[in-house]
C-alpha cells in the first residue's frame, strides 16, 4: 500500500531508498505511522483521564431529561496551582439546572472514574476532595464549549 501511495505522489520509494543507500535494509522493514490525537484524554496528577469513563458515566437514565451527554473536559489550576479536572455538560434545550443536579452528577462521575480507573481510585482515596471534579453547566449549543456544526471536542488543551 505504502509503494502504492508513494508512486500515486510522484514519489519512486525504490529509488529513493537507493539514492540514500538504503535499499538493502529498509524495504524488510514495516511502515508504521505514529500520532498522537490531542483529544484522546487529559491529565490529572499525572493519571489519565479518558473521555470514555466521562460518557459512560454521563449515559445513566438519571440524566437523560437533563443534560445531551456533550461535555469537554480540561486541566486546570487553582491559586495553589494543584491540578483540578474541570468537566463542561451541555444542558438539554430549555433545560435548568439545579445545584442538585450538580452534586448527583458529580457523585456518579466520581463513582464511575473510580470503578473504572486504579489510578484515579487510588488518587481519590489519597487527595480525597481534590480529585472530584469541578462541574460547568452550559446551556444548549452554547457557543463557548458546544457550538452546532462542528465536531464536538471531548478534551481541551
Request: proline share 3%.
Amino acid at each position: 500500500q505504502i509503494v502504492d501511495h508513494c508512486h500515486a505522489s510522484g514519489v519512486d520509494i525504490f529509488h529513493e531508498m537507493e539514492r540514500v543507500d538504503i535499499s538493502d535494509t529498509l524495504w524488510h522493514l514495516p511502515f508504521v505511522y505514529v500520532y498522537e490525537r490531542r483529544d484522546l484524554s487529559t491529565t490529572l496528577y499525572g493519571l489519565n483521564i479518558y473521555p470514555e469513563t466521562i460518557r459512560k458515566a454521563l449515559q445513566h437514565e438519571r440524566f437523560e431529561s437533563f443534560v445531551t451527554g456533550k461535555f469537554t473536559m480540561l486541566t486546570k489550576y487553582n491559586d495553589s496551582q494543584d491540578q483540578y479536572l474541570e468537566i463542561h455538560l451541555e444542558l438539554k434545550q430549555a433545560q435548568e439546572y439545579t445545584d442538585e443536579h450538580i452534586r448527583i452528577i458529580t457523585d456518579h462521575i466520581v463513582s464511575t472514574l473510580k470503578a473504572n480507573n486504579s489510578e484515579y481510585h487510588k488518587l481519590h482515596t489519597d487527595l480525597g476532595e481534590r480529585a472530584v471534579p469541578v462541574i460547568c453547566m452550559w446551556p444548549y449549543e452554547d457557543l463557548t464549549y458546544f457550538r452546532p456544526g462542528t465536531k464536538q471536542k471531548w478534551v481541551k488543551k
